[in-house]
């Protein structure tokens, strides 16, 4: 059974930073693209970052750029996204993917396997 485990999100406040972590089981995923996305209530979920299968290629959407930094270590199946500078718009459920091929990609439909999703609340 696959199963993507997401470390626990939690409280933080604007301007502090917070580290997430997903380590995968059941299947490696070294070969495959990996991404975090976020979900508000009402909202699609939305790819903030991308990492291709050798950590060589990242991709981050536009408010995350220079913010936050998604890594990954193959060795223990898992990815990290490191977020600093956090604001208050990036309260959301986070949710670490992998994706069906080796590249990075800033598409939703681009993962085909699921975490159980993370809360990060960013207080002002």
């Known amino acids: 059974q696959v199963q993507l485990v997401e470390s626990v999100g939690g409280l933080v406040q604007a301007g502090g930073a917070l580290r997430l972590s997903c380590a995968a089981s059941g299947r490696t995923f070294s070969s495959n693209a990996r991404g975090w996305c976020r979900q508000t209530p009402g909202k699609e979920r939305e790819v903030v970052a991308s990492i291709s299968w050798s950590g060589c290629n990242t991709v981050y959407a536009d408010s995350e750029k220079g913010r936050f930094t998604i890594s990954r270590d193959n060795a223990k199946n898992t990815v990290y996204l490191q977020m600093n500078s956090l604001k208050t718009e990036d309260s959301a459920v986070y949710y670490c993917?992998?994706?069906?091929?080796?590249?990075?990609?800033?598409?939703?439909?681009?993962?085909?396997?699921w975490g159980q999703g993370t809360q990060v609340t960013v207080s002002s």
């Open positions: 993917a992998a994706g069906g091929n080796p590249w990075t990609t800033a598409r939703r439909t681009g993962y085909d396997s």
